[in-house]
């Protein structure tokens, strides 16, 4: 019980702040008492309302009072810590799940305050006091607490490793150098320390100029960020505000029509109506006359026939007994016609022009530049879906696999008649123009060998400088037999081998970048262009071989 007793009265030696045993005890104006760095620091954070106050019972002091040490309450405290009946800690000093414990501390262990790299030990406040007040411990080197003190014990001498092993790159301790590391470069581990301090002040002002440069990067492209939106409002409500107008002109237009039809069409009506009137009126005199006339011929009267006949007869010769001449009707027919034959140019426009449009979105990229792939799965993520537009296939060409396959046939095909379709070579493109980064691969079989090209749309469709390659709307690898060679603008490059019948094509068209690889277990550069493409590329293949024989095969792969 007496133990008890002890243990409620030094529960009031506790700072109500910091909740420990006090710590250069004083005792301000109201009685209370506190460690004087705990009740300093709460009077600090005060200074600023020029009212000061105390913790517990909130009485304000006015001005603030000056602290002076309670020295009996500190010979009091010292005389506890001496006897070890202190009060228990409170719960958060304990050592919990993640803290480093007191190695002295029996039963529930307290948390460690520091480590020793000496002692190889964790201690509390207590039982660190030795390391603060006896001469022994003076050289011990205290750091923060560490759960990993025995990474510095050597597995194989259970010394302490306060040497370094330069020639293995490894903490060792001194028997270590004397054993399997003798003839070895060993400093101590403090001089080596030293060198990588030095090392690591270099390696953190390269870490803090790359920081500085990427918060400057950071700042650069928010303010891009930024620009890009004001610009892509901009872009979207010019855009909306043109193709609104379009849409009124086609709207006033569509009315203009309208109006024009149905005033040829009250016009037409109402002359029709003003005939049909006439001929009425004329109908109902006939039917008069012929009446009179048929009266006449029944008569037994010879003199009244004979006086009555010639003007009777007068009047029937007068009537204009022609039907009224209409030519063929039309109607308004022509008129669905012009409007139809307008739409179908407004589509060709829209459709020429579209391209264009798409482009100057895609080109648009504030970001930094992506790296070019390395590999095949790098280069697959960029893969792209083509097909063959037939309007562009040489009369030789025959489509198939959905489009995606031409052979070389030894009869012409029945294609109609189309401006885009190549006349002279026997090539075709594809029907989807390509921007942004792209990827694709091509398969080419039989024959005396195939042309794998990107062209513009506008290339030729007929003579020599239709042939891809040669021209400067088209860049080509022509594979003949065992020859390959890039061709543009009529300029030929030899290629080395390994050749392979798979070509992967890779389109990077905003950095102006064009490569073409060879195929196989790995992917081999075959050439690279850079340049700048001003229009879509559409990919396209040519099958070399004689007019009436039949030729090879070219086909877009499928890519998975």
């Given at each position: 019980?007496?133990q008890q007793?002890?243990?409620?009265d030094?529960a009031?030696?506790?700072c109500s702040?910091?909740?420990?045993l006090l710590?250069?005890?004083v005792?301000i104006p109201?009685g209370h008492?506190?460690?004087m760095?705990?009740i300093?620091?709460?009077w600090d954070e005060?200074d ?5 106050s105390?913790?517990?019972c ?6 603030r009072?000056?602290?002076?040490k309670?020295?009996?309450?500190a010979d009091?405290?010292?005389e506890l810590?001496?006897t070890?009946l202190?009060a228990d800690?409170p719960d958060?000093c ?22 020793c790299?000496?002692?190889l030990?964790s201690?509390?406040?207590?039982h ?6 006896s001469?022994?411990f003076?050289?011990h ?5 560490s ?8 597995s194989h001498?259970?010394?302490?490793m306060?040497?370094f092993?330069?020639?293995d ?8 150098s004397m054993d399997e590391h003798k003839?070895h470069d060993?400093?101590?581990?403090a001089a080596?320390r ?6 690591l002040?270099v390696s953190?002002?390269?870490i ?6 990427r918060?400057?990067?950071v700042k650069v492209l928010?303010?891009?960020?930024e620009?890009?939106?004001r610009?892509?409002?901009?872009a979207v409500e010019?855009s909306e505000?043109?193709?609104t107008?379009?849409?009124?002109l ?13 005033s040829?069409?009250?016009a037409?009506a109402s002359?029709?109506k003003?005939l049909?009137?006439?001929l009425k ?5 006939l039917r008069?006359k012929?009446?009179?006339l048929e009266?006449l011929s029944h ?6 026939f004979?006086h009555?006949y010639?003007s009777?007869?007068r ?6 007994f022609h039907?009224?001449n209409?030519?063929?009707?039309r109607?308004f ?7 139809s034959e307008a ?17 100057a979105v895609?080109e648009?990229?504030?970001?930094l530049p992506?790296?070019?792939p390395?590999?095949r799965a790098?280069?697959l993520?960029?893969?792209r879906?083509?097909?063959?537009d037939?309007?562009?296939?040489h009369?030789?060409?025959?489509l198939?696999?959905g ?6 046939t030894?009869d ?6 189309h401006?885009d ?5 026997v090539?075709v ?13 091509v ?6 060998g195939a042309s794998?090209?990107v062209?513009?749309k506008?290339i030729s469709?007929?003579?020599?400088e239709?042939?891809?390659?040669y ?10 037999y065992s020859?390959c060679?890039?061709i543009?603008?009529?300029?030929s490059?030899?290629?080395?081998g390994?050749?392979s019948?798979?070509i992967?094509v890779y389109?990077?068209h ?28 559409y990919?396209g293949?040519?099958?070399f071989g004689l007019f009436?024989?039949p030729?090879?095969?070219?086909e877009f792969?499928k890519?998975?």
């Open positions: 019980m007496a007793g002890i243990q409620l030094e009031k030696f506790c702040i910091c909740l420990d710590k250069d005890p005792t109201c008492s506190y460690c760095s705990c300093k620091g709460c005060e600023q309302k020029k009212i000061h105390c913790p517990q909130r009485q304000i002091f006015i001005p009072p000056v602290l002076v309670n020295t009996m309450l009091i405290v010292e810590k001496k070890g202190t800690p958060h304990y050592a919990g799940p993640g803290d480093v414990a007191c190695d002295v501390c029996t039963g529930r262990k307290l948390k460690a305050l520091k480590s790299l000496v002692c030990a201690y509390c406040e207590q660190l006091q030795p390391h603060y007040e001469s022994t003076n050289k080197k205290l750091v923060d607490p759960q990993k003190l025995q990474e510095n014990i050597c001498h259970d010394e302490v306060k040497m092993c330069r020639t790159q490894q903490s060792i301790c001194y028997l270590c003839g060993t400093v101590s581990a080596e030293t060198e990588r301090q030095k090392e002040g953190r002002q390269k803090q100029q790359t920081i500085q440069v918060e400057k990067d928010h303010q891009e960020v620009a890009t939106n610009s892509a409002d901009k010019d505000k043109i193709f107008e379009l849409v009124r086609i709207e006033k237009r569509s009315s203009e029509v309208k109006e024009q039809i149905r040829r069409q009250k037409e002359r029709a003003g049909q009137e006439k009126r004329e109908i109902a005199e008069r012929d009446a009179e009266r008569t037994e009267d010879h003199t009244h004979l009555s010639p009777l007869s009047l029937s010769e007068s009537t204009d039907s009224i209409i030519h063929p009707l109607y027919e022509d008129v669905t016609a012009a409007v739409r179908d140019k407004l589509q060709d426009i829209l459709t020429e022009e579209w391209p264009k449009i798409s482009l895609t648009v990229d504030v970001l992506q790296p070019e390395k590999t790098d280069f993520q960029y893969s879906q083509i097909t063959l037939a309007n562009t296939a009369a030789l060409l025959l198939s696999e489009n995606r396959k031409a052979t070389r030894a012409v095909q029945s294609y109609s008649s401006p379709r190549f006349m002279d070579r090539q493109l594809s029907r989807e123009g390509l921007t942004g980064r792209c990827y694709w691969e398969e080419w079989s039989g024959g005396w794998i090209a062209a513009y506008d469709r007929t003579g020599r239709s042939q891809f390659g021209n400067d709307k088209s860049w080509a690898v022509d594979y003949i020859i060679q890039f543009y603008n009529s300029i490059t030899l290629m080395p390994p050749l019948s798979r992967g389109l990077d905003k950095a102006g970048i064009l490569s073409f690889y060879s195929v196989s277990e790995t992917m081999t550069l075959l050439h690279r262009v850079q340049t700048r493409f001003t229009q879509p590329l990919p293949f040519g099958i009436g024989h030729g090879g095969t070219v792969c890519l998975e």
